[in-house]
Structure formats: structure tokens, C-alpha cells
């Protein structure tokens, strides 16, 4: 320590000008990166590491095509949605929308095909048929038919008829699927078996591929969005019209991160300069913190942008929790370099700055040491955000501590003594009340702490991680209204598959193609699917008798042989069909099945599947269609019926069929894991389809995942924060019984916080599960400050209580103003528009307030009941 000592005097304190510069130097070099600094609100950095569900979603759109989309929402402001006025401006937005680059299609109730309007017969499924701006089409009906239909009931239309949506389907980004396969194949390689030098070499290199890439898309993507809000106002005389989707969530929730960054650096800026103005009174305590937290975020952050890592959702705060531990550490150093001068006036500046540099080294040390160890535990977190924001608050501690170190002293050798002014600084008499209040109330002070133990116990067995996305903005952004509306009117919004495997058993005899084909040589020869033979009795005796012909639903015939052979040639001509289970009656029927119990699940809202076309099939029948008549069925469809209603739920090459839902959660009844096990629980064990042979993909899936996770991370996290502060309890203090009684008032703060969370019915989210950490790395501070400095006082008499007394008027003094600075300062984030932003403000100054309370009353009074100094003068 003291070869230490003398390299930093001749390196900082005998030339300060050099050291100042030096850090300005670094700054200034780091600060040339800071125009590459970016955020990302990706799905990727919103996922768990490693997630073979994560993998798994992005082979089924490859599949199945892009499932990136923005739904636009419009309601007319005048008359009904159906008058030619109103059609004709939702007419003129579609073809606007449909110009903008990146739009690969759009579909609205102005496209597509209606079935009962009037109603037709299934021969017509092979022909073009009317949409609703087609002549002579009957409004009327085909309002009736979006509501009630089963292809299109709660799709396009809300139940009330007056608002419509409609669904502009983005381009297939086909280099971002292969470039984020391709590295997370090696990072998956590496993680089990390792890298060879030129693996890790080519992983380098398509890792920093894909972040170019990405960060082309995702400014394509924000002016977008762009795009189709200001294409938009443009309606908007006319209509109420929202916006939703993926991306548009992902571009505001940037823009939301953007501006609490400003709103929340500007505002601290202020109350902090304000607070150490009425503090400290002087204006060099002003400049020299700010100095200290503006050099020490300009280097991280230009730092993270030169190597090009991005700040997420969650590590958007790492720059807050900086700035907290940042001025945290200069507060001490003013503070115990302001009670040297006052108790020492004659000693020389350099005396006085050794002074404070000599006796805040080491508690300094040890509390960034045990604030980096709080921080680390996150890392073994399977949170990919919430690992890099561990590792980003480890490098900007360390780095904090390095330049308070260098900016505070070396500037209070340049600034000089200046004046004391301990006569009209009464800031003490604060802290002494706790001292007083634990010195005459103990008891109570243990009974109060273990009353909030209790009920922390009751709010910690009441946290949940199921919460509702839309709950994380305010009501009055565009987000949450156009989720709102789309959530209760058209549909749900959090989208979920059901990719479904045909069983082994399903054998070719079994197929509708192999059946059709048995059909078309059967008794019934060149005129299998007469009219009448889609009667209820397929078999009657005299299924083609003229009168029945004639007074059957069907008397053109569409079953008849010409449309067979018209069927057969459009089928030949567009979709090579092969043999598949699914669209035989037995299939159709699991199918079915499965479907109706989870449209009866009140957190559900649209299902579709192959369902829907084979109800309407049936529909236009009659009667359920058999295997004849559904592999008729099929053969009849149109190249647009087949793309619209047969492609988005069949993959015939493999077998595979695909059951799309949406959630709803504006009602407050999703529970997402309970939700994806009724479904698994009724397939397998009511459906009897193999457990094998199911699987859930899809957004709500991946959260789902991401949120399970939670309850594991928040138990590793604690459980490896803990085990890493006591070691350094140990360490530092070489005492079993001072390392319990540090530790036990920072139990009690995470206890508080989280049993907080419980009983307020604030959810574990990305944001809250770092809120434990954080409120342990602080009490951990606050500990280890105040029993090193009440040893101190203890070695001067050995009395507990006066030394008590002391501690409290000195560095209790700094534990106060960092803890009232901080909690205040992040009362601003409540200005937010990102609700887990508000949380994390609030919670933050829950943490600190617990915290300071714990190091002011329970910490001391554990001292004075189990004397972990040894006997006292008194006893």
C-alpha cells in the first residue's frame, strides 16, 4: 500500500495538470466514437441465449414466409364504413401503403375473396371471385360475411362494424435469417465444444456482418415506420387511424429510451448541480463531481460505441446507475476531505488530500469491488441483455473508481484550501437523529425490521413474471392505443403457432388424393360428384335423378365432370399436390377439434387454421364434406384461394400444418405458460396427437420463455451475489460475525424491494430483475462505509455509543446526501413514457431509501448488541 501511495503522489498529486489532462486526452479520444453510438430494441435483444425456440422460430418462417408485419387500424370520423366515400379513402391509404419500400403485400376487407356475398358453391373456389369493390356486390352482406364468417369473423372487422384493419405484410429478409443462423451456429459450437482459430475467426466476422447489417435495417426499418405515420396524417381529417406491429414497437420503443436519456440526463443534471450547490455551498464541490461524471460516461459510452455494443432496453440504464456510483464516490471524497480541513485547519493542501485519498482507498476499493461482484452475478443470468448490462456495469465501476480517484484530488490540489465552513454547516444534525433514535429505540428498530422481514416473506411468494406488454406504456401513446383497439376488436395481438406433425400411422390408403382417386373409378364412373352426391346421402339410390338435379342447391352441377376435369387442370396447372394427412376427414377433424377448444379459452382471440376453409366447404355443401369430397375440395382451389386460405397453414412436402392464434391481453386473463399447457395438455391427452409431433413457436412463445426464465435468474442472481459479497465481507473485515451483521441490513433492502414488487403487483420483468442487484451493490456500499469507519472511531475510546454517534456525524453525512441525491434525481424518470422505466426510477430510490435506513439504524444497532469489536470501555 505504500509503494501504492507514493507512485499515485508522484503521478497524480504532484502533477495534477498532467493527470487532469491525461484523463481529458482519453476522453476526448473516446469521445470521436460516440457519433457511432446506438440502441437496439431488437427481438434479439429481447430473447434468451441459446433459445432452440428462438432457432426453431426462425426455421418456421423461413418456411412459412415473413411474419413481419403493421397492422393500420381506421375507423371514419363521418358515416358508415361501408359508404362509398369511406371505402374509397381506405381504397386510396391501401394502394398508398402499398408504394412504400419494404411492403411486400397489403390486405385488407377490400381484397379479399367473398363466399357469401352472395353465397357460392365450392366449384367457384377455382374461379376468380368478388371482393367487396367488385359491381354488384351486396354491402350489406358482405358486412354480415366479415362478421360472422369463419375465415374472416374477428380478422378484419371489429364486432360493431365500424373499424377495420388492415395487414401490410414486410419483405422476407432472407441475409438477416441466414447471417443470425449462421453466427448463432458457431456461438452455439463454441459454448459446447469450442472454436477452432479459423471458427472463431469466421464467427468474428459474421458477428460483426450481421451488427452491420442489422443496424442498416433497423434505420430502414425506423424510417419506415416513418414513412406510414406520415402517409397517415394524411388520413387522419378523415379517420381515427393507429398503428401497430413488431416494428413499430421496436422504433418507439427506441424513441422512448432516446428520450429518457435526454429527459433524465437533463433533469439529474439540474437537481444534482442544485444539490451540491445547497450541500457543499461552494462552486468547486459543483464543478469537480459534474467534472468527474461527465469524463467517466464520455469514456464508457464512447468506449461501447467504438466497439460497436449497443445499449438494450435494460442497459439503457446502465448510464443512471453510473452516474449514481460516480457521484456516490466523489461525495465521499469531498465529504471526508471537507471534515479533515475543518478538523485539521493548519495541515497543508497536500497533507489534506493524502489524508482523504489514504483513508477512503480502501473502503472506496472494497465497495466498487463488491458493487462490480452485485453487477457480475447477472452474468449467469440466460438473458442476453441482462448479461451485457452486468458486464457494461462492471467496466464503468471500475473505470468510476479510477477517475474520481484522478479528477477529485488532483483538482482540489489545483483549486487549493479555499475556506472552511463547517460554522453553517448543520447537515449533521440530520444524521444524528438516527443515531439518537437507535441509540433510545433499538428495540423497536429490530421489531420494525423484522415486521418488514415478514412482510417482504408475504411479497416475495406473491411475485409473478406474467405481465401485459401493453402495460408498459402510457395510455395515451400510439402504441398502447393501437394495441388497445386491435387487441378488442380485431383479434388480439401477441401472435402464437401450432406447428403440427402428421402421425406415422397416417399411410397413403388414408390420403383424400389416394381416396379421390379410388373415387373417380368407383360405381359412380365419368359423373362421381353429381350434385346430389354431396346430399346427406351420398348413396341414395337414384343420386342422379333429373328432379333431384333440378331442385338441388348445386343445379348447375359444379361437381359434375367438367368441373373435375377444370379442377384437376387448375390444380395441375398451379399447386403440385401432394399426399397429406391433413386434408383427409380424420385430420381435418384433430384439426377441428384442437381449434374449437382454443377459441374457447377466454385469453384467445382469432384462430385460424385449415379449419376455416373446410367449415366453409361444408357450409356451401350442406353437410361435412367426406375424404371424396374434400380431396375434390382441394382440387378446386384457385391459385388465390390456395396462397389466401390453404399456404399459410400447409406444408404438404413434409406434412406439416400450422394453427395460428392471436392473444389477447387487454383483459388481464393471459397467463402465458398456463396457456401454451392447456393447449399441449388437451392436444395430447384429448386430440391424441403425439407429444412429438406438436410444437409452440412464435412471439408469445419466445417472451413466454424469456419470462420463465426470470424466477431462475432472480434465485442465481441473489444466491451468487451473496456468496460473492460475504467472501468479500471475509476478506475485508477477517470477522465471521462483522461479515453476517454487514450483510444481514442488505438481505433486508432486497427483501424490501422485492416484497415491494410482490404486494404492489408489480411484475419480475427484464427491467425489475436487476433491482435486487442493484439494491444489494448499494446497501453494500453503504455497509462497508460505515464499518470501516466506525472501527476508526472505536480505536479512539472503545466506547460503541459515542463511536456510534461519530460515525453518524461524519460518513453518515456522505451516506445521506449520496442517498437523498440519488433518490430524488430518479423521481425524473417518473417522466417517462415507458412504464418499466418508471418502475425502475421508483424502485431504484426504494432501494435507496431501504438502504440508507439499514445502514443508519438496523447496521448500528447489531453492533451494539453483539459487540464485533470486542468488550467496550463500559462493559
Given at each position: 500500500?505504500?509503494?501504492?501511495?507514493?507512485?499515485?503522489?508522484?503521478?497524480?498529486?504532484?502533477?495534477?495538470?498532467?493527470?487532469?489532462?491525461?484523463?481529458?486526452?482519453?476522453?476526448?479520444?473516446?469521445?470521436?466514437?460516440?457519433?457511432?453510438?446506438?440502441?437496439?430494441?431488437?427481438?434479439?435483444?429481447?430473447?434468451?441465449?441459446?433459445?432452440?425456440?428462438?432457432?426453431?422460430?426462425?426455421?418456421?418462417?423461413?418456411?412459412?414466409?415473413?411474419?413481419?408485419?403493421?397492422?393500420?387500424?381506421?375507423?371514419?370520423?363521418?358515416?358508415?364504413?361501408?359508404?362509398?366515400?369511406?371505402?374509397?379513402?381506405?381504397?386510396?391509404?391501401?394502394?398508398?401503403?402499398?408504394?412504400?419500400?419494404?411492403?411486400?403485400?397489403?390486405?385488407?376487407?377490400?381484397?379479399?375473396?367473398?363466399?357469401?356475398?352472395?353465397?357460392?358453391?365450392?366449384?367457384?373456389?377455382?374461379?376468380?371471385?368478388?371482393?367487396?369493390?367488385?359491381?354488384?356486390?351486396?354491402?350489406?352482406?358482405?358486412?354480415?360475411?366479415?362478421?360472422?364468417?369463419?375465415?374472416?369473423?374477428?380478422?378484419?372487422?371489429?364486432?360493431?362494424?365500424?373499424?377495420?384493419?388492415?395487414?401490410?405484410?414486410?419483405?422476407?429478409?432472407?441475409?438477416?435469417l441466414d447471417l443470425v443462423n449462421h453466427r448463432d451456429a458457431l456461438r452455439l459450437t463454441k459454448s459446447q465444444q469450442g472454436l477452432t482459430p479459423e471458427q472463431q475467426l469466421?464467427?468474428?466476422?459474421?458477428?460483426?456482418?450481421?451488427?452491420?447489417?442489422?443496424?442498416?435495417?433497423?434505420?430502414?426499418?425506423?424510417?419506415?415506420?416513418?414513412?406510414?405515420?406520415?402517409?397517415?396524417?394524411?388520413?387522419?381529417?378523415?379517420?381515427?387511424?393507429?398503428?401497430?406491429?413488431?416494428?413499430m414497437i421496436t422504433a418507439d420503443m427506441i424513441d422512448f429510451i432516446k428520450s429518457d436519456l435526454v429527459v433524465f440526463g437533463t433533469g439529474i443534471l439540474i437537481f444534482v448541480?442544485?444539490?451540491?450547490?445547497?450541500?457543499?455551498?461552494?462552486?468547486?464541490?459543483?464543478?469537480?463531481?459534474?467534472?468527474?461524471?461527465?469524463?467517466?460516461?464520455?469514456?464508457?459510452?464512447?468506449?461501447?460505441?467504438?466497439?460497436?455494443?449497443?445499449?438494450?432496453?435494460?442497459?439503457?440504464?446502465?448510464?443512471?446507475?453510473?452516474?449514481?456510483?460516480?457521484?456516490?464516490?466523489?461525495?465521499?471524497?469531498?465529504?471526508?476531505?471537507?471534515?479533515?480541513?475543518?478538523?485539521?485547519?493548519?495541515?497543508?493542501?497536500?497533507?489534506?488530500?493524502?489524508?482523504?485519498?489514504?483513508?477512503?482507498?480502501?473502503?472506496?476499493?472494497?465497495?466498487?469491488?463488491?458493487?462490480?461482484?452485485?453487477?457480475?452475478?447477472?452474468?449467469?443470468?440466460?438473458?442476453?441483455?441482462?448479461?451485457?448490462?452486468?458486464?457494461?456495469?462492471?467496466?464503468?465501476?471500475?473505470?468510476?473508481?479510477?477517475?474520481?480517484?484522478?479528477?477529485?484530488?488532483?483538482?482540489?490540489?489545483?483549486?487549493?484550501?479555499?475556506?472552511?465552513?463547517?460554522?453553517?454547516?448543520?447537515?449533521?444534525?440530520?444524521?444524528?437523529?438516527?443515531?439518537?433514535?437507535?441509540?433510545?429505540?433499538?428495540?423497536?428498530?429490530?421489531?420494525?425490521?423484522?415486521?418488514?422481514?415478514?412482510?417482504?416473506?408475504?411479497?416475495?411468494?406473491?411475485?409473478?413474471?406474467?405481465?401485459?406488454?401493453?402495460?408498459?406504456?402510457?395510455?395515451?401513446?400510439?402504441?398502447?392505443?393501437?394495441?388497445?383497439?386491435?387487441?378488442?376488436?380485431?383479434?388480439?395481438?401477441?401472435?402464437?403457432?401450432?406447428?403440427?406433425?402428421?402421425?406415422?400411422?397416417?399411410?397413403?390408403?388414408?390420403?383424400?388424393?389416394?381416396?379421390?382417386?379410388?373415387?373417380?373409378?368407383?360405381?359412380?364412373?365419368?359423373?362421381?360428384?353429381?350434385?346430389?352426391?354431396?346430399?346427406?346421402?351420398?348413396?341414395?339410390?337414384?343420386?342422379?335423378?333429373?328432379?333431384?338435379?333440378?331442385?338441388?342447391?348445386?343445379?348447375?352441377?359444379?361437381?359434375?365432370?367438367?368441373?373435375?376435369?377444370?379442377?384437376?387442370?387448375?390444380?395441375?396447372?398451379?399447386?403440385?399436390?401432394?399426399?397429406?394427412?391433413?386434408?383427409?376427414?380424420?385430420?381435418?377433424?384433430?384439426?377441428?377439434?384442437?381449434?374449437?377448444?382454443?377459441?374457447?379459452?377466454?385469453?384467445?382471440?382469432?384462430?385460424?387454421?385449415?379449419?376455416?376453409?373446410?367449415?366453409?366447404?361444408?357450409?356451401?355443401?350442406?353437410?361435412?364434406?367426406?375424404?371424396?369430397?374434400?380431396?375434390?375440395?382441394?382440387?378446386?382451389?384457385?391459385?388465390?384461394?390456395?396462397?389466401?386460405?390453404?399456404?399459410?397453414?400447409?406444408?404438404?412436402?413434409?406434412?406439416?400444418?400450422?394453427?395460428?392464434?392471436?392473444?389477447?391481453?387487454?383483459?388481464?386473463?393471459?397467463?402465458?405458460?398456463?396457456?401454451?399447457?392447456?393447449?399441449?395438455?388437451?392436444?395430447?391427452?384429448?386430440?391424441?396427437?403425439?407429444?412429438?409431433?406438436?410444437?409452440?413457436?412464435?412471439?408469445?412463445?419466445?417472451?413466454?420463455?424469456?419470462?420463465?426464465?426470470?424466477?431462475?435468474?432472480?434465485?442465481?442472481?441473489?444466491?451468487?451475489?451473496?456468496?460473492?459479497?460475504?467472501?468479500?465481507?471475509?476478506?475485508?473485515?477477517?470477522?465471521?460475525?462483522?461479515?453476517?451483521?454487514?450483510?444481514?441490513?442488505?438481505?433486508?433492502?432486497?427483501?424490501?424491494?422485492?416484497?415491494?414488487?410482490?404486494?404492489?403487483?408489480?411484475?419480475?420483468?427484464?427491467?425489475?430483475?436487476?433491482?435486487?442487484?442493484?439494491?444489494?451493490?448499494?446497501?453494500?456500499?453503504?455497509?462497508?462505509?460505515?464499518?470501516?469507519?466506525?472501527?476508526?472511531?472505536?480505536?479512539?475510546?472503545?466506547?460503541?455509543?459515542?463511536?456510534?454517534?461519530?460515525?453518524?456525524?461524519?460518513?453518515?453525512?456522505?451516506?445521506?446526501?449520496?442517498?437523498?441525491?440519488?433518490?430524488?434525481?430518479?423521481?425524473?424518470?417518473?417522466?417517462?413514457?415507458?412504464?418499466?422505466?418508471?418502475?425502475?426510477?421508483?424502485?431504484?430510490?426504494?432501494?435507496?431509501?431501504?438502504?440508507?435506513?439499514?445502514?443508519?439504524?438496523?447496521?448500528?444497532?447489531?453492533?451494539?448488541?453483539?459487540?464485533?469489536?470486542?468488550?467496550?470501555?463500559?462493559?
Amino acid at each position: 500500500m505504500s509503494a501504492l501511495l507514493n507512485f499515485y503522489q508522484n503521478s497524480v498529486l504532484r502533477h495534477p495538470i498532467v493527470a487532469i489532462l491525461a484523463v481529458f486526452a482519453l476522453a476526448t479520444a473516446m469521445a470521436f466514437g460516440l457519433p457511432n453510438f446506438k440502441l437496439d430494441a431488437s427481438a434479439d435483444s429481447l430473447t434468451l441465449e441459446h433459445d432452440d425456440d428462438l432457432n426453431y422460430f426462425r426455421q418456421v418462417v423461413q418456411r412459412y414466409g415473413s411474419d413481419n408485419f403493421l397492422i393500420v387500424t381506421f375507423s371514419p370520423k363521418q358515416g358508415d364504413l361501408f359508404d362509398d366515400e369511406n371505402l374509397q379513402t381506405l381504397s386510396s391509404l391501401r394502394d398508398d401503403l402499398a408504394k412504400i419500400k419494404g411492403v411486400e403485400s397489403m390486405l385488407s376487407l377490400l381484397d379479399v375473396p367473398l363466399l357469401y356475398s352472395p353465397k357460392i358453391g365450392v366449384a367457384d373456389l377455382k374461379h376468380q371471385l368478388n371482393t367487396l369493390l367488385s359491381p354488384g356486390v351486396d354491402r350489406q352482406l358482405a358486412r354480415q360475411e366479415f362478421l360472422t364468417s369463419p375465415i374472416y369473423k374477428n380478422l378484419i372487422l371489429s364486432p360493431d362494424g365500424e373499424t377495420t384493419g388492415m395487414l401490410a405484410t414486410l419483405e422476407l429478409d432472407q441475409k438477416y435469417l441466414d447471417l443470425v443462423n449462421h453466427r448463432d451456429a458457431l456461438r452455439l459450437t463454441k459454448s459446447q465444444q469450442g472454436l477452432t482459430p479459423e471458427q472463431q475467426l469466421e464467427l468474428d466476422r459474421v458477428s460483426q456482418e450481421f451488427l452491420d447489417y442489422r443496424t442498416a435495417k433497423a434505420a430502414e426499418t425506423h424510417q419506415l415506420v416513418a414513412d406510414v405515420r406520415s402517409l397517415m396524417d394524411g388520413y387522419r381529417d378523415r379517420a381515427t387511424i393507429f398503428l401497430g406491429g413488431p416494428d413499430m414497437i421496436t422504433a418507439d420503443m427506441i424513441d422512448f429510451i432516446k428520450s429518457d436519456l435526454v429527459v433524465f440526463g437533463t433533469g439529474i443534471l439540474i437537481f444534482v448541480i442544485v444539490t451540491l450547490a445547497l450541500i457543499f455551498r461552494q462552486l468547486r464541490w459543483v464543478i469537480l463531481p459534474l467534472a468527474t461524471c461527465a469524463l467517466c460516461l464520455v469514456i464508457i459510452l464512447g468506449f461501447l460505441s467504438w466497439i460497436d455494443w449497443r445499449l438494450t432496453v435494460i442497459s439503457s440504464n446502465f448510464v443512471s446507475l453510473l452516474l449514481i456510483i460516480t457521484l456516490a464516490l466523489t461525495m465521499h471524497l469531498i465529504v471526508r476531505y471537507r471534515e479533515l480541513h475543518r478538523s485539521q485547519p493548519n495541515a497543508t493542501q497536500e497533507q489534506l488530500v493524502i489524508g482523504t485519498v489514504s483513508s477512503m482507498a480502501k473502503p472506496c476499493l472494497y465497495t466498487v469491488l463488491t458493487t462490480i461482484v452485485a453487477f457480475l452475478s447477472l452474468v449467469v443470468s440466460n438473458i442476453r441483455p441482462v448479461i451485457d448490462f452486468g458486464w457494461m456495469m462492471t467496466m464503468g465501476i471500475s473505470l468510476a473508481l479510477v477517475v474520481a480517484f484522478v479528477i477529485i484530488p488532483a483538482g482540489m490540489m489545483l483549486l487549493g484550501k479555499g475556506k472552511t465552513r463547517g460554522g453553517d454547516d448543520n447537515s449533521a444534525s440530520f444524521t444524528s437523529v438516527f443515531a439518537r433514535f437507535t441509540e433510545h429505540h433499538g428495540t423497536l428498530v429490530i421489531v420494525i425490521s423484522l415486521g418488514l422481514a415478514v412482510l417482504s416473506v408475504v411479497g416475495i411468494t406473491r411475485l409473478e413474471v406474467e405481465n401485459r406488454f401493453i402495460d408498459y406504456f402510457r395510455s395515451d401513446t400510439e402504441i398502447y392505443q393501437g394495441m388497445e383497439i386491435i387487441d378488442a376488436s380485431l383479434g388480439g395481438t401477441t401472435p402464437m403457432d401450432i406447428i403440427l406433425q402428421a402421425p406415422t400411422f397416417a399411410s397413403a390408403d388414408q390420403s383424400g388424393e389416394q381416396n379421390f382417386v379410388a373415387a373417380e373409378n368407383s360405381e359412380y364412373g365419368d359423373d362421381a360428384f353429381a350434385d346430389d352426391a354431396f346430399a346427406a346421402d351420398p348413396f341414395a339410390e337414384d343420386p342422379f335423378a333429373e328432379e333431384s338435379s333440378a331442385d338441388s342447391e348445386y343445379a348447375d352441377d359444379p361437381f359434375g365432370d367438367d368441373a373435375f376435369d377444370e379442377a384437376g387442370d387448375s390444380a395441375d396447372n398451379g399447386n403440385q399436390l401432394k399426399d397429406t394427412y391433413w386434408f383427409t376427414s380424420t385430420g381435418l377433424a384433430d384439426l377441428e377439434k384442437l381449434q374449437t377448444f382454443i377459441e374457447s379459452l377466454p385469453e384467445v382471440g382469432k384462430v385460424s387454421s385449415l379449419v376455416q376453409i373446410y367449415d366453409v366447404a361444408s357450409d356451401l355443401s350442406g353437410h361435412k364434406l367426406n375424404d371424396f369430397e374434400i380431396a375434390f375440395m382441394r382440387k378446386s382451389f384457385g391459385d388465390d384461394i390456395y396462397r389466401q386460405m390453404v399456404a399459410p397453414y400447409l406444408i404438404e412436402d413434409i406434412d406439416e400444418a400450422r394453427i395460428q392464434l392471436r392473444a389477447m391481453e387487454t383483459q388481464g386473463l393471459l397467463r402465458r405458460a398456463d396457456l401454451l399447457e392447456k393447449i399441449r395438455d388437451y392436444a395430447v391427452n384429448e386430440v391424441g396427437i403425439a407429444p412429438e409431433n406438436i410444437r409452440f413457436t412464435g412471439l408469445l412463445v419466445l417472451y413466454n420463455n424469456m419470462l420463465q426464465s426470470l424466477y431462475k435468474s432472480q434465485i442465481l442472481t441473489l444466491g451468487a451475489v451473496f456468496v460473492g459479497i460475504m467472501f468479500m465481507f471475509l476478506v475485508l473485515f477477517r470477522s465471521v460475525k462483522i461479515s453476517v451483521i454487514a450483510i444481514l441490513p442488505n438481505f433486508l433492502a432486497a427483501g424490501i424491494v422485492l416484497g415491494g414488487m410482490g404486494l404492489g403487483g408489480i411484475p419480475l420483468d427484464m427491467m425489475t430483475i436487476t433491482i435486487a442487484a442493484i439494491t444489494v451493490g448499494i446497501g453494500v456500499d453503504h455497509a462497508i462505509h460505515y464499518l470501516t469507519r466506525f472501527q476508526a472511531e472505536f480505536k479512539i475510546d472503545g466506547d460503541y455509543i459515542a463511536s456510534m454517534h461519530r460515525a453518524h456525524a461524519s460518513i453518515g453525512l456522505a451516506l445521506f446526501y449520496t442517498a437523498i441525491t440519488i433518490i430524488a434525481g430518479f423521481s425524473i424518470l417518473a417522466l417517462s413514457n415507458f412504464i418499466p422505466s418508471i418502475y425502475f426510477g421508483l424502485l431504484t430510490g426504494l432501494a435507496m431509501t431501504a438502504a440508507l435506513l439499514g445502514s443508519m439504524t438496523l447496521l448500528p444497532k447489531l453492533i451494539l448488541i453483539t459487540k464485533p469489536l470486542g468488550p467496550g470501555r463500559t462493559d
